[in-house]
Structures are given as structure tokens and as C-alpha cells.
């Protein structure tokens, strides 16, 4: 299964580097299961998102690497991929950039070609650069999001609204981000998202993120020394604080780290999806 990163430090720019190589499962370690695809997301101090992508395993290749370890931000989003269907390539890897906004996605939407004409119509369609579903629905949410004039919340609930009523949906887990702003979706039951709310260790700086484990010994006291809110497929260290976000729930986390949570969607989508009814696709879902 695709797995999702997102960090929110609020208006501090931060190295993600414990959560994305040091911490007990780092992203990148869960990246070895994901062979199609691993990415990293950033804004730089004056807004502007910068990507990093590569079209095989984070465990592969050193740009995956050397943007975890070099890049700060006070927004990442990132992402190690198991296709679904489309080919390994960059252009099917996320995260994906529209609008200065930068998403990515874990899951299976079917109906595709409908998704296509619903694009069209809304002039949408020349968003869309890679085969996957993940970019399509990307492009929806953009083209809704510029209906509603830039309201990025009612461009969530419309594009998402349509696809849960009328395409085949298996998961439509995202995480989305901008220099100020995150959100982030578990929809439905079917595949996890966790959400981590961390308080400064030391109001002074002194306390430092620490990653133990047979092999790991860092400290990141950057990332201690500020609160900060961590969205993730998994659970990726031993903190007590890591909660299960409900099934249909939409988080939106502003610059000043206020949570908001909603439940926008229906309990289940209108085509549900079973893990059998995928096919050989279907180990790109299985939680491993």
C-alpha cells in the first residue's frame, strides 16, 4: 500500500529528516515495500513549492535522500508509491503540484474515463500530465477549488462530494499542502491514517526528537524544539500520542496548528470497492 507523509510546524521551517530516514519506521523504511515511487514536497521561504520525485524506491537512487536530508520547510508532504495500475515513471509520482498546492494520494478510483469528461468540462483537463487516478482527482479538486474562488475547503468537498457519488471507489485517502496550510482526508474504513499533534519537548530548545532502535540513535532538535502536527499511513515511532483518524474524517490544519475536524461525506461511498474486486492491483492496497 502507498504510503502518506505530512508535517505542519506552523510558520517555523523545520528539517522532516527524523520522520522521513531516522524514526523507527521512517518513511523511507516503509519505502522498501513501495518499489514504484518515492517523493518528497516543500515550500520555500517566500511560498514557492519545490518537488522532488523519483520513479523508483525511496530505497533506491539518492534523490529521495539527499531532499530529506537538505530540505526545510514549515509544510512537507511526501510519499513512496505501489502502483495501482500506471507505469513507474515521474510523472505518475507524488506528490503532485497544481496551483501552488502540492497533494498526494493513497488508494484506487475506477471510472476513470468519466473523471476524464468531468475534467474537460471544466476546463480542467490540461492538469492532468501522468496516467494516474491520483493527479485526476488532484485536477478536480484544483478546477472546483478555482469555482469556488480559491476556497480550497469547498473545492475539497465538491470534487470529492462528485467521485464518492458516482465513481467506483475503493479509498480516498490524500494529504494536501500549501506554505500555511494542510489537509488531510481518511475515506473510508479501508485504508489508516494517523494523525500525531506534538508539543515542544523544551519551550527553551534544549530538548531534542530522539530515535531509538536496534540500529538508530539521532537527535533533531529542530523538530523538538518547535509543536508541530504529523499526518502518516502508519505509525512511525514509539509516542504515545498517535490517534487513528476516524473513517470519513477531513482534517485542516491552519498556521497556528489548530486542528479542525469534519466529517463533509457520506459513511460509505455510493460504488464501494471490496480488495477482492481489484484484481492484480490489489496488493497495492493490502496493508502489507
Not at 16 to 43: C, K, M, N, V, Y
Not at 176 to 203: G, K, S
Not at 206 to 223: T, V
Request: net charge negative.
Amino acid at each position: 500500500m502507498c504510503r502518506l507523509f505530512g508535517l505542519h510546524a506552523g510558520g517555523h521551517r523545520v528539517h522532516a529528516t527524523f520522520w522521513l530516514l531516522s524514526a523507527p519506521d521512517s518513511l523511507s523504511e516503509q519505502g522498501r515495500r513501495q518499489p514504484d515511487g518515492a517523493g518528497i514536497g516543500i515550500f520555500t521561504s517566500l511560498g514557492a513549492p519545490i518537488v522532488s520525485r523519483q520513479a523508483e524506491s525511496a530505497w533506491h537512487g539518492q534523490s529521495f535522500e539527499l531532499a530529506a536530508r537538505d530540505f526545510t520547510s514549515s509544510t512537507f508532504l511526501a510519499h513512496v508509491r505501489y502502483s495501482s495500475g500506471s507505469k513507474a515513471s515521474v510523472a505518475n509520482t507524488h506528490p503532485f503540484e497544481q496551483d501552488g498546492r502540492l497533494f498526494a494520494h493513497n488508494g484506487v478510483c475506477r471510472g476513470v474515463e468519466l473523471l476524464d469528461e468531468r475534467l474537460q468540462r471544466l476546463g480542467a483537463a490540461s492538469l492532468v500530465r501522468g496516467q494516474t487516478d491520483s493527479e485526476r482527482i488532484f485536477a478536480l479538486i484544483t478546477a472546483e477549488t478555482r469555482r469556488s474562488h480559491g476556497d480550497v475547503a469547498k473545492g475539497i468537498t465538491a470534487a470529492l462530494g462528485w467521485i464518492i457519488e458516482t465513481l467506483p471507489l475503493y479509498s480516498l485517502n490524500m494529504v494536501m499542502t500549501t506554505p500555511e496550510h494542510l489537509w488531510a482526508l481518511r475515506y473510508p474504513e479501508t485504508n489508516e491514517l494517523y494523525i500525531l499533534e506534538r508539543t515542544a519537548d523544551d519551550p527553551a530548545g534544549q530538548g531534542q526528537l530522539d530515535a531509538r532502535s536496534s540500529r538508530i540513535r539521532a537527535h533533531f532538535p529542530d523538530l523538538a524544539r518547535y509543536p508541530s502536527i504529523v499526518v502518516a499511513s502508519e505509525v512511525m515511532d514509539a509516542e504515545a500520542g498517535w490517534r487513528l483518524m476516524e473513517p470519513g474524517e477531513l482534517v485542516s490544519v491552519g498556521p497556528d496548528l489548530g486542528v479542525e475536524s469534519s466529517k463533509p461525506f457520506p459513511s460509505r461511498p455510493a460504488f464501494p470497492l471490496a480488495l477482492s474486486s481489484l484484481g492484480r492491483h490489489a496488493a497495492s492496497q493490502r496493508p502489507d
